[in-house]
C-alpha cells in the first residue's frame, strides 16, 4: 500500500538561517521516499503539518498542497499500467521537483520547462517567486497549458474558468469542523493572469513567441477585490494617535508605525528600510526616496513633522517589530480605539492616499509618492472617495 503525507524537517537539521524543508513522503511498505517541495520555514512557522506565523503562509501551503496533488496523480498514473514495485520514484521526483536553473530547454516548444527556467533566473522577493512557482505548479495541474502550440485566446479562457473552480485550502481546523471550502477569490485568480502576463511578457520580448493572448484580452480578467479598500477617517486616524499606551511596550511601538504609515504611505517592508540618515535636506522639507522592496519601483515622498518624530524617536528608523506581530497588535489597537474596522499594515498605507486625495494631491502626483507601476492602482482610491460623496447624496434623499 502506498501512503503519501507532507513532512517538515526529517532529518532533524537546521540550516544557517534556522530554517528546513518541507517534503512529501511516499512510504511503501517499509520504504520511504522523499520529494522536496522547495519550501523552506522556521521550526516556529510550522504547525500541525501546515506553514503558519508568516505573511506568505496561504501561497506556500497551497503550494505544498498542489504538488502532494501531482505525486499523487503521477503515482495513479504508473498504477494505472503496473503495480507498486514498478514505480520508478526518481521519473516521480523528475516531473514534481523544479527543474535545476542550469537545465536546458531541449523541447523548443515546451512553454511550461521555458517559464520554470525563467523563473530560476527572476530577481525578485522570496515572496513573489513563490508566488511564480505557485503559479507553475497550477498550470502544471491543469495538464492543458504546457506547451506554447497551446496558447490561445480560448486556452486562456478555458483556464480562467478552471481557476474559478478551484477550492480555497482550508486549515485543519476548518477541516475538522466540516466547514464548507470556499473557492479562491476573484483577486487570486487575477494574480495568477497577471504572473502568466508577466512572463509571456518576457517570452515576447525575448522572441519566443510572436503575440500574447492578453494583448486581445484587455479588461477581461477582473481585478476582484480592487474597490473594496479599507481606510481610516481623520477622526479615526487622530483616534488611535491620542491613545495612552505604556512607552517600551510592542503596542506602543506598533502604533507609532502605524501612524509613520498614515503620514508617509509607506508598505511595512519599505518603511523598516527606512532610515533618517538616508534622507535629503531639501530647504526647510526632508525628502526621501528609495526604490519600493516588493517590486523596484522607486517613490519620492516628505517626512512629514509628525512622521519625522516617529522616526527621531527610534534613533531614525522603525523599531524592529516583525510584520506578524505588527498585525496582531493592530487589532488590540483598534479594540482600545473603538475602531471596527479591520486594522492591518495595509490600512495605514490606504489611509495616507485617500488623506491626500482629500487634501488636493493630483492622482499622478499620489501615484509618484507610492510608487505604484499604473495609474489605474492609485485610481481605486478615487473610487473609494466618490462612493463616499454618492453616500452623502443618500442622506440628503
Known sequence: MIKTAIIYNHR?????????????????????????TGVQVRAREWKLGQVVNRQDSEELNERVGIMLARVDGIINEHLKSGTEADIDFEDVRRHVKSPDKRKRVEDDDDMLAWMENEVARLCHSKG????????LARLAEYGQL????????????????????????????????????????????????????ALLGRALKFGIIQSSPYERMRGDI?????????FLTDEERDRIEALTLTEGRVIAAARDMFMFQCYTGMAYSDMMAFSLKKCRQDGDAITYSAPRIKTGVWFYIQILPKARAVAEKYGGSMPDVCNEVFNRKLKDIAKEAGITKKLTTHVGRHTFATWALRNGVPIERLAKMLGHTKI??????????????????EKLK
Open 12 to 36: 532533524g537539521r537546521f540550516g544557517k538561517d534556522g530554517t528546513a524543508p518541507v517534503e512529501i513522503r511516499v512510504t511503501v511498505g517499509r520504504r520511504a521516499y522523499y520529494v522536496n
Open 128 to 135: 513573489t517567486l513563490s508566488h511564480y512557482r505557485t503559479l
Open 146 to 197: 504546457r506547451r506554447w502550440s497551446d496558447l490561445s485566446v480560448e486556452s486562456i479562457s478555458r483556464w480562467d474558468e478552471w481557476l474559478h473552480t478551484i477550492k480555497k485550502r482550508q486549515s485543519n481546523v476548518e477541516i475538522k469542523m466540516k466547514i464548507p471550502a470556499k473557492n479562491i477569490s476573484q483577486g487570486a485568480v487575477h494574480n495568477y493572469h497577471k504572473n502568466m502576463r
Open 222 to 230: 477582473e481585478r476582484g477585490d480592487i474597490e473594496t479598500v479599507e
Open 376 to 393: 489605474t492602482q492609485t485610481q481605486r482610491y478615487a473610487k473609494v472617495l466618490a462612493q463616499d460623496v454618492y453616500a452623502e447624496f
